[in-house]
């Protein structure tokens, strides 16, 4: 074999997206608290048959990328990209968002226009800037393979594939994406004073203070899911944002509060990707973001000293935790 096609097998290799997600219990600082549709009642075999339509690539037009292209866990379930990157060289508008701990979402995407996992999970598949599929070809790609078949009937007890049954699938797998267990985790619920270090200490009562972030990144999630216009945006406010949804004037440029649970994995940030560092938004925050008829009122210059921003930043890179696959059993129990 020649040196030219090992280094071709290596690289090839190594492009490969893990599909290994290690399973578990819920973790520290999570709150046992969440909803499961009645109408997809989370299952093993749901889960199952979602996560291998979740890394599947044969579910793009081209067959050149899968869910897991753009949610890549390598790169805490986005893709380290400004927008997201679509079949044929396409480009979108828009910053991937984490799929993890979405189980404790409401809408779904920037605007929230998805109002459950279910529509969030086909909305990809069907935009011509991402997946570029359409259902009859969503099908009949899914039913050349006689694995899904059989995945089906475990899931559905039918081996017909549907656009319906595909997006429940794959929201139950991702229901079950979760993190917590991070350094600020076993300080603030352990007791582990030493999980902190004396800077991210000093950021924690910051971010509950002075730089008042704890007003919409709140909860076990550390997100309001509500809509806010920060000013945000390289090109200013060309992006309508929530107002794309509800028609409304006074939503125009407000976008969902992310969650801020391994957001230093996860860069670049904002809903178009504009800001590269935790540095960068922590600067926008303190600037009192970018003036518009629509800004929120909440967004005022903080007046942050260059070592309290150092602080609030090792605070940031306190919330990473080790994602997992939650046990299905967690999930079933909050439907008694």
Request: proline residues 4%; aromatic residues 8%.
């Amino acid at each position: 074999m020649s040196i030219y096609l090992i280094i071709i097998i290596v690289l090839s290799s190594l492009s490969q997206i893990s599909d290994e997600i290690p399973r578990g219990t819920l973790p520290l600082g999570l709150e046992p608290e969440f909803e499961i549709p009645k109408g997809n009642v989370i299952t093993e075999e749901k889960v199952r048959l979602g996560k291998r339509l979740f890394f599947d690539k044969r579910l793009s037009k081209d067959e050149t990328i899968s869910c897991a292209t753009c949610h890549n866990p390598a790169k805490g379930f986005s893709n380290a990209l400004a927008v997201a990157k679509g079949v044929f060289g396409e480009s979108g508008n828009r910053n991937v968002p984490t799929v993890v701990n979405r189980l404790y979402g409401g809408t779904e995407f920037w605007d929230g226009r998805a109002a459950t996992l279910e529509s969030q999970a086909l909305g990809p598949l069907f935009n011509p800037l991402e997946m570029g599929m359409n259902e009859a070809l969503l099908l009949e790609r899914v039913k050349t393979d006689a694995v899904y078949g059989k995945l089906f009937y475990d899931a559905f007890g039918d081996p017909e594939p549907t656009a319906e049954r595909i997006g429940k699938a794959i929201a139950c797998f991702e229901r079950t994406l979760v993190t917590g267990d991070s350094a600020f985790d076993r300080y603030e619920w352990d007791g582990e004073t030493s999980a902190l270090s004396a800077s991210a200490v000093r950021g924690l009562a910051l971010f509950r203070g002075k730089a008042r972030c704890s007003t919409c990144h709140i909860g076990t999630n550390f997100t309001d899911e509500r809509f806010h216009n920060i000013g945000a945006g390289e090109a200013g406010q060309n992006d309508a944002g929530r107002a794309g949804v509800t028609g409304d004037a006074a939503d125009f440029g407000k976008f969902k509060t992310p969650t801020l649970r391994n957001i230093a994995q996860t860069a670049p940030y904002m809903h178009d990707g504009s800001l590269e560092r935790l540095e960068d938004v922590i600067a926008f925050y303190d600037r009192g973001g970018r003036p518009n008829p629509n800004l929120d009122v909440e967004m005022k210059p903080l007046e942050l000293s260059e070592s309290e921003r150092e602080d609030l930043r090792a605070f940031l890179e306190s919330l990473t935790g080790r994602v997992i696959s939650l046990n299905v059993e967690e999930l079933e129990a909050a439907l008694e």
